[in-house]
């Protein structure tokens, strides 16, 4: 399928309120926390708010979850907080109804059903960032698709389909999802793939650890930026063809250690607030 027929077909909210009702009847015991997560995610949790918010993919709006590591039915978001002022004390454990279990007054980001909905349909995903780029604002309200322009951004090549909250809505909305039902319809239209774009409004990028995620989102939306001065250079532009993306793309994650060491120093290093203490 297209991801503009995706993009048009929507799938509506009656498949999802069916889900949520399936799955709330199965959800009815006060949630427990699953533990104290590792330090270290915690620490690259913290790290990926300010490198998002350093290379310029998150502003005062956006955020950046991981799964839990000792509860795949956890996950671990900031309260409801710009994400370069984050800290380890803002850190909130959620359930995948994205109910928060020890909010003791902290405001919830509205749109946290992105991920506990993204981590319920997709077991492999660990790691998730919600962001409102400008560069990829363009190809969610085009129908020119969003493809690899250069090698680190070949985890693009499966394609990225967009997500139309009207058609999921089936009429207007505030543009937020802001529910399990449009939760449940966003992973819907992300499937598979790494990243779905949301149209009039941003994108969802997933990945395997929070390093990963955090790196396809920087080059995602560095990828949106050269692919759209390609196109306005008119002409024919070629991308990275299904083979070159599916080698490139296995080069490209191995090596992603790099980065993220680069960017967690400098981001850690400029931000004014506290850095963690774990
Ligand atoms: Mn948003």
């Not at 993009?7 to 199965?26: E, F, K, M, N, P």
């Not at 529910?179 to 997933?206: I, N």
């Not at 989102?217 to 299904?242: F, N």
């Not at 599916?246 to 994650?253: G, K, L, T, Y």
Request: proline share 7%; hydrophobic share 45%; charged share 20%.
């Amino acid at each position: 399928m297209t991801r503009r027929q995706f993009a048009l077909g929507g799938g509506g909210l009656l498949a999802g309120g069916l889900v949520a009702t399936a799955r709330g009847a199965s959800a009815e015991p006060a949630p427990a926390s699953a533990g104290a997560p590792a330090p270290g995610l915690i620490e690259d949790l913290v790290a990926a708010n300010r490198i998002l918010a350093d290379q310029g993919v998150l502003d005062g709006y956006g955020h950046v979850s991981a799964r839990h590591d000792q509860d795949p039915g956890r996950y671990l978001l900031s309260r409801s907080l710009a994400p370069e002022l984050v800290t380890a004390g803002d850190i909130m454990e959620y359930d995948l109804d994205s109910r928060p279990l020890d909010p003791r007054g902290r405001a919830a980001y509205l749109e946290r059903y992105i991920h506990g909905e993204v981590y319920r349909a997709r077991p492999d995903v660990k790691a998730i960032v919600h962001h409102h780029a400008p560069s990829v604002i363009p190809f969610g309200a085009s129908t020119v698709p969003l493809r690899p322009l250069y090698h680190m951004a070949a985890f693009l090549g499966g394609g990225v389909p967009v997500f139309d909250i009207r058609a999921a809505a089936g009429g207007p909305t505030d543009m937020l999802v802001s529910s399990a039902a449009l939760g449940q319809a966003l992973a819907r239209g992300l499937g598979e793939h790494s990243a779905v774009l949301m149209r009039g409004h941003g994108a969802v990028v997933v990945g395997a650890s929070v390093p990963q995620a955090v790196a396809r989102s920087v080059y995602m939306e560095i990828d949106a930026r050269v692919a759209a001065q390609a196109i306005a250079l008119g002409g024919e532009v070629r991308y990275l063809d299904a083979e070159e993306a599916r080698r490139a793309q296995a080069a490209v994650e191995a090596t992603l250690g790099r980065p993220w060491e680069l960017w967690k120093r400098k981001a850690m290093a400029r931000c004014a607030g506290p850095t963690p203490s774990s």
